[in-house]
Every structure is written in structure tokens, then in C-alpha cells.
């Protein structure tokens, strides 16, 4: 979890850090951004800090203008729309048939998703909770290395506390960091999360030991 104070125009390097996860030729990037407006463009070139990897991504959530299709991962550059923020299904599906897709074909994938404060804008708490600890282990499944940026003016500090558990290190922009998912450290357990959400123990996931697949995904999250 990187705990994001910079201005919304602004890249910060730790972003930029955690998504140069190999050599350019061998490297996949994938943002996932939650535009204010349905006339906003997330361009291609707005992301990624002048960086050139092999393929490069962008998940855009939200309502927007003119047409969409799907998108074709083996081209340098892919769009994928999710309708609506409180889709969590459609959006875990998205990010995750990119991921595999391009370790598929061989490339170390870092995922960017921006952010948090939008997710719960637009869901429970739980929800969000549950989204991301079965998407965590589903990238992590691939390999790929994901953070999830935090805005501390928009996210509670308690509720941040609580999302912590999901990640193996919550750091601050200006702070160093060695990495974020996926490491060797110890994850959430069901019983963190149960803990943590006030469930009973048994949901999101009972299958949290082993990867998580896109059905997966589907069958964990509410429609």
C-alpha cells in the first residue's frame, strides 16, 4: 500500500519504482485509473513517467465517451473500460485477464491501481476488503508486483489501518521502500480478514492457500 500525499498531477518516484519491475523489452505495465469526469482521457502518455516498456496498459472505471472495444494484449498499448467503480467483479476480471495475458506471453507485469478512496466511495468496506485480498493472490499467482495507492485526506487512518493487512508493507511517498506484492513476507489470512471486516471467520475465501483463478474472482465477489 503506498500512502499517496502527492498532488493529483504529480508522479511519485515511488510509483514510478514499483512499476519498473524489469528490463523494458521483458516488462508489462498496467494502471487502473478512476477519471473524475466521463470527459476525461487518461492518454497514454500521461502514465508512466516517460518509461517505454514492451506493453502498457490502462484500466479506465467509470463512465465515459464514445466507443470501446475490447482490447488486444498483444499490442504495445491496451484499453479496457469497467462501467462503474461498484462493478467489482467486471473490474478483478479486467485487471486479471490482462495480468495473464501478458505473462503469457512471457513479461514481468506491475500493476498501479489508483486508488483506494475510489473503491470505497462506491462500495461496503467489506466489499473492497474482499476484492483485494482475492485479487492480490490471484496477480500474485502471475507473478505480477501490484500497490494500490491511498489518499490520507480521503481514506480514514482507521480504515487505512484495517487495509493494511492485505499488503506486506504500507509506506509513505516520501519514504523509502524495498517493495510491496508480491514478497516472501507474510500475507492476510482469512482469519485477517475475517478479523478485520467482522466476518466469521470462513468468507472471503476458503481456498486462500491456493491461486486464485478468474472463476475465482467471479464466485468471491458480489455482483
Not at 473492497?128 to 494500490?148: I, K, M
Amino acid at each position: 500500500m503506498l500512502v499517496d500525499e502527492t498532488l493529483d498531477d504529480e508522479d511519485g518516484e515511488h510509483c514510478d519504482d514499483l512499476m519498473n519491475v524489469a528490463a523494458a523489452d521483458d516488462r508489462a505495465e498496467l494502471f487502473v485509473t478512476f477519471p473524475a469526469d466521463a470527459t476525461d482521457r487518461i492518454g497514454f502518455g500521461a502514465v508512466g513517467m516517460g518509461r517505454q516498456p514492451a506493453k502498457r496498459g490502462i484500466v479506465v472505471v467509470g463512465e465515459t465517451v464514445g466507443a470501446h472495444d475490447d482490447p488486444d494484449y498483444a499490442d504495445p498499448l491496451a484499453e479496457a473500460t469497467v462501467s462503474s467503480a461498484s462493478n467489482l467483479r467486471e473490474l478483478g476480471q479486467t485487471i486479471s485477464r490482462f495480468c495473464q495475458a501478458w505473462h503469457d506471453q512471457g513479461h514481468e507485469v506491475g500493476v498501479c491501481f489508483d486508488g483506494l478512496g475510489d473503491l470505497l466511495d462506491a462500495n461496503d468496506p467489506e466489499h473492497v476488503f474482499q476484492f483485494l485480498h482475492v485479487l492480490a493472490n490471484r496477480l500474485e499467482s502471475v507473478g505480477a508486483t501490484t500497490h494500490v495507492h491511498v489518499d490520507p485526506d480521503r481514506v480514514p487512518e482507521r480504515t487505512r489501518l484495517t487495509f493494511e493487512r492485505l499488503f506486506d508493507e504500507t509506506v509513505h511517498e516520501e519514504v523509502e521502500l524495498d517493495g510491496l506484492i508480491p514478497t516472501g513476507s507474510e500475507r492476510a489470512s482469512d482469519d485477517d480478514v475475517a478479523n478485520a471486516v467482522g466476518g466469521d471467520g470462513g468468507s472471503p475465501r476458503d481456498r486462500s492457500t491456493g491461486e486464485a483463478s478468474d472463476d475465482d474472482i467471479a464466485d468471491a465477489l458480489p455482483d
